[in-house]
């Protein structure tokens, strides 16, 4: 009688179970002329096994240094350090990786400097846990914005202080509207074709941060969307405003644009 083969084993082998391949962890360059929470940060972002603090740097020119050098995924960043501070160092930074700016500094004026030159998060201290923070670090290396709630107060008191100025009556030939009547403008057909170009509210909100300086990333973080929704408003903004770019949008937005 021939051998009969033997049944398959009811238990899956070993190699069934074994886990996928660990991602390599986000390196990170940690920036503070504070030593104690240099080393801090340094020590609970160690503990995790998808992060690795590859350098760590006291102000702007060694963390300018130390990037350079590492090349890492992410830098957390302080504003005030000495010899070189944490904005003069930013724009440099942002050329070779994200910045998150982890900082007791929450002026207005300077995290919106902080945004404006690229910063791609604002966390300030004491209004983030450990959780926060990670979240913060991965947001930020995936593209989208993270700002903590004084950071993001701060803006929006900005971009109000901001509107005000917009609807002052400036000393300029050409008149500036207030936004119920740029909005009542935006009612009305125009152009060649006749079509209304109506912007819904939040259209209008969107057109106001971009009439403020305000690029894709920012919008998202001030008004909690997606940068793909950011560029789906802009879309249809520029479809209703007959504009290709934000410049000639901003100009028929705040009643500036020059007309034939």
């Not at 390599?24 to 503070?32: E, F, G, H, I, M």
């Not at 957390?76 to 982890?102: E, F, K, N, W, Y």
């Not at 450990?130 to 670090?137: E, G, H, K, Q, R």
């Not at 919008?219 to 000639?248: D, G, P, W, Y």
Request: hydrophobic share 40%.
């Amino acid at each position: 009688m021939p051998e009969q083969p033997p049944h398959p084993s009811p238990i899956p082998s070993q190699k069934a179970f074994a886990a996928p391949p660990r991602r390599t962890p986000l390196r990170v360059v940690v920036a503070d002329d504070n030593p104690v929470i240099r080393a801090g940060l340094a020590a609970v972002l160690s503990e995790r096994e998808d992060i690795t603090v590859v350098a760590e740097a006291a102000d702007g020119r060694q963390a300018y240094d130390a990037t350079l050098r590492h090349r890492p995924d992410l830098v957390l960043l302080d504003v005030r350090m000495p010899d070189v501070d944490g904005l003069s160092a930013l724009p440099h930074l942002v050329r070779i990786a994200p910045v998150v700016m982890l900082t007791y500094s929450s002026e207005s004026e300077i995290v919106r400097e902080a945004l404006r030159l690229g910063a791609g998060g604002y966390l300030v201290h004491g209004e983030f846990t450990v959780t926060d923070l990670i979240s913060a670090i991965r947001d930020v290396v995936a593209g989208r914005a993270h700002l903590t709630p004084t950071a993001a107060t701060a803006v929006l008191a900005q971009l109000r202080s901001d509107a005000t100025a917009h609807d002052m009556e400036p000393p300029h030939p050409l008149p500036r509207t207030s936004f119920r009547e740029r909005l009542s403008r935006m009612q009305s057909p125009v152009g060649q074709s006749g079509r209304e170009s109506q912007l819904s509210a939040r259209e209008a909100e969107i057109m106001d941060l971009i009439a403020a300086g305000l690029n894709n990333q920012q919008i998202a973080a001030t008004c909690f969307i997606s940068e793909k929704t950011v560029k789906n408003h802009i879309n249809r903004i520029f479809a209703k405003l007959h504009s290709t770019t934000r410049s000639q949008a901003a100009a028929k937005w705040l009643g500036t644009a020059v007309t034939p």
